[in-house]
């Protein structure tokens, strides 16, 4: 009982799954989608200009191009992205799009990078924001940073467990202090300083052809291709909408489209303008900070905030907004993470257990396993940001390339029957030339930096997918089997219904959706303890899980299948004159759920003695328990310290 009420306390009261009224309220509209997974984008502009602009080296007056370039390829990927909600409205984004349209060995891989995009969403985040801080500190506090962002990614876990509309709404001050502050700064540097911008152009384009002129034409190109694509972390959280349309307010695919809306001019507005600001400011690396902070701190010296203190506060308003809003935006790991983990699982690429919601109605196993992965990420990069942007500007821009050559083969294959297929195939090829290119320059350029690590570790979990996947397509080949023994079991001549009496002997059976198990541990009791049982109650509880409770008609579709399997377990007692009845429950919880109607049931019955059947493997391990959840020991756990007797039959596969 305490440790219950200690866990309301921290993840708060448990929801009701079934309450159309509860996913309604968990719903997000377009206005807190963008503050919720939008701000993975925004705030990318808090390092990836800043890696765009390093890359350039002295050669600074090629920010130019950069600028213009970053405003394009963020509104080229989010109208690209656009058909991606309107072709897959019940979420899964890349995951979706490459298994869908590639096939399903593309979409693992696009799975593992999204995965592993996510897991990086969470340390870049927290990693730049803890660096926009440490701007603000003495260098001796920075030896600490690492602690701080392990602090943090800790604090998000909590606040995720409790559910990700409360988590926004805490975080959504931050988000519009950001918004705000930067829009002011973004603004007055650029008209402060507008006596430049007429010779901006002509200066850009002296300059660029006096370089092209010493060092050729193919190495301006390469320059600038370079720093485009070390960039790349920019345009990273595009895709989040798209993963995510399972979470947004009816109608989700108008939602979803507002939502990229806001997103692509926010990101586009603020990337190309702070990457005009180091222009125009004449930005320079100061040792302790980032380059956001001193461009930031030279142009509110220019306002003036009433001497060096107020300067010295407006300063730190602005970069605590910016820090926060990177926080914001490593909710966004949180919130997409467990959503791709959910999607996979339901394809048996990782354990189902992935499926599974807490009795806050989150993905409670992905939420725990996003935040462990990132802080070992944290801890093995040392949180280095410049190293965080490799790995996940490699990790996104393969998702990219794969959804949108997905797009690429969707439009051709349905040209004949779609008047728009030629404008929406060279908006999704000019995405993934774009994204492919990038994705090939970070390959080669930094492979030795960093590369290799994504590419091991996409590798890896790849691998381990393929290996889950076969052992539960194992699995289910041996339960058919199962089924298949069984679904010639004939029914008995008795025709109508047979009434159980309370009082009498009461076997009741808890089954799953297999026919063949059910069947089984009906039949195994009926021969070990011959005429003994007169009642035969069925009990099935249903998880609603995240793939079922991402669409309107999806519980209500569970509800109809659960409810003709246990039909026919009633109908087969009927037909052998067998009293019976059946109990279906839904919860997010199955060993909960099955334990509350085995109480309701021993009240009703109280002669009763419980059943159920548990795969048993020839080669049991530790991976096989992780791989399938163990539910059956953990009901009768629970049964038996409410005094009711279960009976665990072993079902070999």
Same mark, same amino acid.
């Given at each position: 009982?305490?440790?219950?009420?200690?866990?309301?306390?921290?993840?708060?009261?448990?929801?009701?799954?079934?309450?159309?009224?509860?996913?309604?309220?968990?719903?997000?509209?377009?206005?807190?989608?963008?503050?919720?997974?939008?701000?993975?984008?925004?705030?990318?502009?808090?390092?990836?200009?800043?890696?765009?602009?390093?890359?350039?080296?002295?050669?600074?007056?090629?920010?130019?191009?950069?600028?213009?370039?970053?405003?394009?390829?963020?509104?080229?990927?989010?109208?690209?992205?656009?058909?991606?909600?309107?072709?897959?409205?019940?979420?899964?984004?890349?995951?979706?799009?490459?298994?869908?349209?590639?096939?399903?060995?593309?979409?693992?891989?696009?799975?593992?990078?999204?995965?592993?995009?996510?897991?990086?969403?969470?340390?870049?985040?927290?990693?730049?924001?803890?660096?926009?801080?440490?701007?603000?500190?003495?260098?001796?506090?920075?030896?600490?940073?690492?602690?701080?962002?392990?602090?943090?990614?800790?604090?998000?876990?909590?606040?995720?467990?409790?559910?990700?509309?409360?988590?926004?709404?805490?975080?959504?001050?931050?988000?519009?202090?950001?918004?705000?502050?930067?829009?002011?700064?973004?603004?007055?540097?650029?008209?402060?300083?507008? %006596?430049?911008?007429?010779?901006?152009?002509?200066?850009?384009? $002296?300059?660029?052809?006096?370089?092209?002129?010493?060092?050729?034409?193919?190495?301006?190109?390469?320059?600038?291709?370079?720093?485009?694509?070390?960039?790349?972390?920019?345009?990273?959280?595009?895709?989040?909408?798209?993963?995510?349309?399972?979470?947004?307010?009816?109608?989700?695919?108008?939602?979803?489209?507002?939502?990229?809306?806001?997103?692509?001019?926010?990101?586009?507005?603020?990337?190309?303008?702070?990457?005009?600001?180091?222009?125009?400011?004449?930005?320079?690396?100061?040792?302790?900070?980032?380059?956001?902070?001193?461009?930031?701190?030279?142009?509110?010296?220019?306002?003036?905030?009433?001497?060096?203190?107020?300067?010295?506060?407006?300063?730190?308003?602005?970069?605590?907004?910016?820090?926060?809003?990177?926080?914001?935006?490593?909710?966004?790991?949180?919130?997409?993470?467990?959503?791709?983990?959910?999607?996979?699982?339901?394809?048996?690429?990782?354990?189902?257990?992935?499926?599974?919601? %807490?009795?806050?109605?989150?993905?409670?196993?992905?939420?725990?396993?996003?935040?462990?992965?990132?802080?070992?990420?944290?801890?093995?990069?040392?949180?280095?940001?410049?190293?965080?942007?490799?790995?996940?500007?490699?990790?996104?821009?393969?998702?990219?390339?794969?959804?949108?050559?997905?797009?690429?083969?969707?439009?051709?294959?349905?040209?004949?029957?779609?008047?728009?297929?030629?404008?929406?195939?060279?908006?999704?090829?000019?995405?993934?030339?774009?994204?492919?290119?990038?994705?090939?320059?970070?390959?080669?350029?930094?492979?030795?930096?960093?590369?290799?690590? /994504?590419?091991?570790?996409?590798?890896?979990?790849? $691998?381990?997918?393929?290996?889950?996947?076969?052992?539960?397509?194992?699995?289910?080949?041996?339960?058919?089997?199962?089924? @298949?023994?069984?679904?010639?079991?004939?029914?008995?001549?008795?025709?109508?219904?047979?009434?159980?009496?309370?009082?009498?002997?009461?076997?009741?059976?808890?089954?799953?959706?297999?026919?063949?198990?059910?069947?089984?541990?009906?039949?195994?009791?009926?021969?070990?303890?011959?005429?003994?049982?007169?009642?035969?109650?069925?009990?099935?509880?249903?998880?609603?899980?995240?793939? /079922?409770?991402?669409?309107?008609?999806?519980?209500? @579709?569970?509800?109809?299948?659960?409810?003709?399997?246990?039909?026919?377990?009633?109908?087969?007692?009927? %037909?052998?004159?067998?009293?019976?009845?059946?109990?279906?429950?839904?919860?997010?919880?199955?060993?909960?759920?099955?334990?509350?109607?085995?109480?309701?049931?021993? $009240?009703?019955?109280?002669? %009763?003695?419980?059943?159920?059947?548990?795969?048993?493997?020839?080669?049991?391990?530790?991976?096989?328990?992780?791989?399938?959840?163990?539910?059956?020991?953990?009901?009768?756990?629970?049964?038996?310290?409410?005094?009711?007797?279960?009976?665990?039959?072993?079902?070999?596969?």
């Amino acid at each position: 009982m305490k440790s219950r009420k200690l866990r309301e306390i921290v993840l708060g009261k448990a929801l009701d799954p079934l309450k159309a009224e509860t996913r309604h309220s968990l719903a997000l509209v377009a206005f807190l989608a963008w503050v919720g997974l939008g701000a993975d984008g925004l705030s990318s502009s808090a390092y990836g200009p800043e890696e765009t602009f390093r890359a350039l080296g002295e050669h600074t007056h090629l920010g130019l191009y950069m600028a213009i370039a970053t405003a394009v390829t963020v509104f080229i990927i989010a109208l690209a992205y656009n058909q991606v909600i309107e072709l897959f409205p019940t979420g899964g984004g890349g995951y979706r799009v490459a298994s869908k349209l590639v096939g399903p060995y593309m979409g693992l891989i696009a799975g593992c990078a999204l995965v592993l995009d996510y897991v990086l969403t969470i340390a870049i985040s927290v990693a730049a924001g803890v660096e926009a801080l440490a701007s603000l500190l003495p260098l001796g506090f920075h030896p600490y940073k690492l602690w701080a962002e392990a602090f943090f990614i800790g604090l998000l876990i909590i606040l995720n467990l409790r559910g990700m509309k409360e988590a926004i709404r805490i975080l959504l001050p931050i988000f519009l202090g950001f918004v705000l502050t930067h829009f002011a700064l973004i603004v007055y540097g650029i008209i402060a300083h507008a %006596s430049y911008l007429p010779d901006l152009v002509p200066v850009t384009l $002296s300059e660029t052809t006096e370089l092209a002129s010493n060092i050729g034409w193919i190495s301006v190109a390469g320059m600038l291709l370079l720093a485009y694509s070390q960039g790349g972390g920019t345009y990273t959280g595009l895709e989040a909408v798209s993963n995510n349309v399972n979470i947004l307010a009816e109608p989700r695919v108008h939602t979803g489209k507002m939502t990229m809306i806001y997103m692509a001019l926010s990101l586009a507005f603020t990337a190309s303008g702070i990457i005009l600001l180091y222009l125009l400011w004449d930005a320079k690396p100061v040792e302790g900070q980032t380059l956001n902070a001193s461009t930031f701190k030279a142009i509110i010296e220019s306002i003036g905030f009433g001497g060096e203190w107020g300067n010295r506060i407006a300063l730190t308003v602005v970069l605590v907004f910016e820090a926060g809003l990177l926080f914001v935006a490593a909710n966004t790991g949180f919130l997409g993470g467990p959503a791709v983990l959910a999607n996979m699982a339901a394809d048996s690429w990782v354990p189902h257990k992935f499926r599974y919601l %807490s009795t806050r109605l989150v993905t409670q196993n992905g939420i725990l396993m996003m935040g462990i992965a990132a802080l070992a990420i944290l801890f093995w990069t040392g949180g280095s940001v410049t190293l965080l942007v490799v790995l996940y500007s490699i990790s996104v821009f393969l998702t990219f390339a794969i959804s949108l050559f997905g797009l690429c083969l969707y439009w051709w294959r349905h040209r004949k029957e779609l008047e728009v297929w030629k404008k929406r195939f060279c908006l999704s090829l000019t995405g993934f030339v774009i994204c492919a290119s990038i994705l090939a320059v970070l390959l080669v350029e930094r492979f030795a930096e960093g590369g290799w690590a /994504a590419v091991v570790i996409i590798g890896a979990i790849a $691998s381990l997918c393929l290996y889950i996947r076969n052992h539960y397509r194992d699995t289910k080949d041996a339960i058919h089997s199962v089924d @298949q023994v069984f679904a010639n079991q004939p029914f008995g001549p008795h025709t109508g219904t047979v009434i159980p009496d309370p009082d009498a002997q009461t076997a009741v059976f808890i089954v799953g959706s297999s026919r063949g198990g059910g069947l089984h541990a009906l039949l195994w009791v009926q021969r070990m303890f011959p005429g003994h049982f007169k009642n035969f109650i069925f009990v099935n509880a249903r998880t609603v899980d995240s793939h /079922a409770y991402g669409g309107e008609g999806a519980v209500e @579709q569970m509800r109809a299948e659960a409810n003709a399997t246990l039909k026919y377990f009633i109908d087969f007692c009927h %037909s052998h004159n067998m009293a019976s009845a059946a109990y279906l429950g839904f919860g997010t919880d199955v060993v909960d759920k099955v334990t509350k109607l085995c109480e309701d049931i021993s $009240s009703k019955y109280p002669n %009763s003695i419980f059943f159920t059947s548990k795969l048993i493997f020839e080669d049991d391990n530790w991976f096989t328990r992780l791989l399938h959840n163990q539910a059956a020991l953990a009901i009768q756990r629970r049964l038996h310290f409410e005094s009711l007797q279960m009976v665990i039959l072993p079902m070999k596969v």
